[in-house]
């Protein structure tokens, strides 16, 4: 898979973890990220040395990410039929316009906005937020690669909290759960993801 493309962003310009998920556009354009890919396996490794930065992934169809190691923020939006397999993420995870995709992310905090037919597996320290979303499915979260536990614990991640099933939707404010969102049944749930090889076809 080809490498990410770096885009010199002015500090200025850089998202900020407090933003909103509604007008997301600029954000997608700034940081550093995947765009405009079809049926491609796309892999990235953030360097445990490095800064740790916000990451974009946008106008996906077809696609498998795989983003191991730490980041501070992951902003996605317009995926089609993708799956994204995601490393432990110490701010937000902002999700929008997704449709048939399968997401299994760890984060401290999780806002999904107009998802349709999704399966999400989280581990997340905040109750996850839906909002303008259909048919979307929670399980706990399923990945494995080398050294992810060191990950997990540098991102205070290490402990399963339980709230991948604690789901607030936005737009359903009765006492009754909403229609939106369900458990995802045991026995239609992917098993563990092994994500170490770096090998386009391996996991």
């Not at 354009?29 to 765009?35: A, D, E, I, P, V």
């Not at 953030?46 to 990451?55: A, L, N, Q, S, V």
């Not at 259909?134 to 990950?151: H, I, N, T, W």
């Amino acid at each position: 898979p080809s490498p990410a493309q770096n885009s010199i962003v002015n500090e200025s310009e850089k998202p900020t973890l407090g933003i909103e998920i509604v007008g997301l556009s600029g954000v997608f354009q700034s940081s550093q990220g995947f765009r405009g890919k079809e049926n491609e396996v796309l892999v990235k490794e953030f360097d445990r040395e490095g800064e740790i930065g916000e990451f974009s992934v946008s106008n996906l169809k077809g696609c498998e990410v795989r983003l191991k190691g730490c980041l501070r923020a992951l902003f996605v939006n317009k995926l089609r039929g993708c799956r994204a397999y995601v490393g432990p993420v110490f701010g937000s995870v902002l999700i929008e316009d997704v449709e048939e995709c399968v997401f299994v992310l760890a984060s401290h905090q999780i806002r999904i906005h107009n998802a349709k037919s999704c399966d999400f597996y989280l581990r997340v320290r905040s109750r996850p937020i839906i909002e303008d979303s259909s048919e979307v499915r929670f399980a706990p979260y399923c990945l494995k690669y080398a050294g992810m536990e060191k990950d997990l614990g540098e991102a205070n991640l290490s402990e399963e909290t339980g709230n991948w099933a604690n789901v607030d939707d936005f737009r359903w404010l009765r006492a009754v759960q909403s229609p939106n969102w369900s458990v995802l049944p045991e026995n239609e749930r992917i098993e563990m993801v092994d994500i170490s090889n770096r090998n386009e076809n391996g996991g």
